[in-house]
């Protein structure tokens, strides 16, 4: 399984990043696509994903309201849109890979990471 990880970067409070993440190799047909962060100091935590089967989404709450996730099943791509950006949302930022549903927001995750993207949100 490849997952391809772009769109990370250095921005402003209050500005906005957006994430892609394009999945390959894998055998499932149904599956659960998403983010996980790790912020220097601090465990890995789930952030949003998707069902590609359904469209449900599924955010942690620190993000609601803020962060949107998307995909294209076409092109087996997620999106996360992150707006209004704080400095704690600073961290690297995995793309993540499920069989259906997810649970990678619930803690319960079982599946593949990607290599990472650094996102830096200046105050």
């Given at each position: 399984?490849?997952?391809?990880?772009?769109?990370?970067?250095?921005?402003?409070?209050?500005?906005?990043?957006?994430?892609?993440?394009?999945?390959?190799?894998?055998?499932?047909?149904?599956?659960?696509?998403?983010?996980?962060?790790?912020?220097?100091?601090?465990?890995?935590?789930?952030?949003?994903?998707?069902?590609?089967?359904?469209?449900?989404?599924?955010?942690?709450?620190?993000?609601?309201?803020?962060?949107?996730?998307?995909?294209?099943?076409?092109?087996?791509?997620?999106?996360?849109?992150?707006?209004?950006?704080?400095?704690?949302?600073?961290?690297?930022?995995?793309?993540?890979?499920?069989?259906?549903?997810?649970?990678?927001?619930?803690?319960?995750?079982?599946?593949?990471w990607g290599q990472g993207?650094?996102?830096?949100?200046?105050?």
């Open positions: 399984v490849q997952l391809v990880e772009s769109g990370g970067g250095l921005v402003q409070a209050g500005g906005s990043l957006r994430l892609s993440c394009e999945a390959s190799g894998f055998a499932f047909d149904d599956y659960a696509i998403g983010w996980f962060r790790e912020a220097p100091g601090k465990e890995r935590e789930g952030v949003s994903c998707i069902n590609s089967v359904d469209g449900i989404t599924y955010y942690a709450g620190f993000v609601k309201g803020r962060f949107t996730i998307s995909n294209d099943n076409a092109k087996n791509t997620a999106y996360l849109q992150m707006n209004n950006l704080k400095p704690e949302d600073t961290g690297v930022y995995f793309c993540a890979l499920e069989s259906y549903p997810c649970t990678l927001v619930t803690g319960a995750f079982n599946g593949y993207t650094q996102v830096t949100v200046s105050s």
